[in-house]
């Protein structure tokens, strides 16, 4: 699967500092130190609907961590998932009396030009769960031989993980096991139903049913891949057995990113998979949680649509912390149509204060775990100096501009 243009990303002067990032694990931010080329998995949509707030937010954030480990000089090996094959994929075609593979493409590909928009810097590797069907066979096989999955004795061919393989289950995300039991009823898992092992097990593959796309598994028998196992197949097989970040939204932190992880670990021996766990906040409408079931999306091509610029959207959204859950309203999208109106014009002075404190004032703020209101706060300051007629460095409107656009993505 191909991923959406990528843009030059222009080179700042002097070294960046290096990153530290709140792992979900620990429970507080570390740096973050890739050994070799940077790592990166981020989980990417399910194609039933268009790219919403929510999905473009959390993509800024992991694209604010690839800026910083290119300032950094680190090579970047970025890997990121569509699931183009799932239930509610499924549902909503039927719903709608479409071709389950036609809306995945229209979908994905409507994805593609909003991330173009946004100037979200694109993966190494954009990869679909239905091309990775066969390697995933072959690691759920794996699973069954260890023992560490097995078939559910109720005729559906279905295949589940034993979390008792996995010792330290629930390490990443620090729940309890009731806590657990009810994330996994809200986010896909089926924690009721009979004859798992334990309720929490999750599914690696499901058996043909009547009505629904299937593929060859082999010995599994025909199906299609859970969820969970679907990311840390294509993980391990593009990144290897550690990686430095897995990412996604905090709606991810359980079930997904803790089964995933268990999965990825069971399969190689290696703990923990990710040196980092990442999570962004939830994106909401006018206080109220953004969902599709509410109605109150805000979607990323509906804005474009409406001729709003795709670099005020962008800044609306790291206005607050990444790792907050944040609303957006009229006057958040008001607000930042005003900073880069601001921004803009300070970028055409003649001259500013300094440019390399500006730099070195930004790389500081955004080395902290990404603390984007501390960046916009400095730049904001520069800004005001330079269109109050503050500063004498005439080189320094310049580089303002290439600070905003290498390590915000924010082109003026």
Known sequence: MDAWTGH???????SGQPLALYDSARGAAHPSLPQGPATMYVCGITPYDATHLGHAATMITFDLVQRMWRDNGHEVRYVQNVTDIDDPLLE??????????????????????????LRIIPPTHYVGAVESIPAIVGRVRTLVEQGAGYRLDDGTGD????????????????????E???????????PERPGKRDPLDPLLWRGAREGEPAWDGADLGPGRPGWHIECAVIALDLLGATIDVQGGGNDLLFPHHECSAAHAERLTGESP??????????????????????????FVSRLRADHVDPM???????????????????????????????????????????????????????AD?????????????????ALAGQGTDTDAPALFATVTDTLLGIRL
């Open 92 to 117: 909503r075609a039927a719903r709608d009396g479409e071709d389950w593979v036609v809306l995945a493409m229209r979908e994905t590909a409507l994805f593609r030009e909003d991330m173009e928009a």
């Open 180 to 190: 657990m039991l009810v994330l996994s009823a809200e986010r896909g898992g089926d």
């Open 8 to 14: 030059q990303v222009p080179r700042l002067p002097g």
């Open 312 to 366: 005020a959207v962008r800044l609306g959204l790291i206005a607050e912390h990444y790792r907050s859950d944040r609303t957006w309203t009229d006057e958040v999208l008001k607000t930042a149509q005003q900073r880069l109106a601001r921004w803009r014009d300070a970028s055409k002075a003649s001259a500013g204060p300094s440019g390399v404190d500006l730099l070195a004032d930004v790389r500081a703020r955004l």
């Open 369 to 385: 775990d990404l603390d984007t209101p501390g960046a916009l706060a400095a730049i904001d300051a520069w800004a005001d100096g």
């Open 159 to 178: 295949f589940y993980f034993d979390i008792s393989a996995a010792p330290r289950f629930g390490y990443e995300s620090n729940l309890s096991r009731e």
């Open 273 to 298: 998979f990710a040196r980092h766990y990442v999570h962004a906040g939830m994106i909401g409408l006018d206080g109220e949680k953004m969902s599709k079931s509410k109605g109150n999306l805000v």
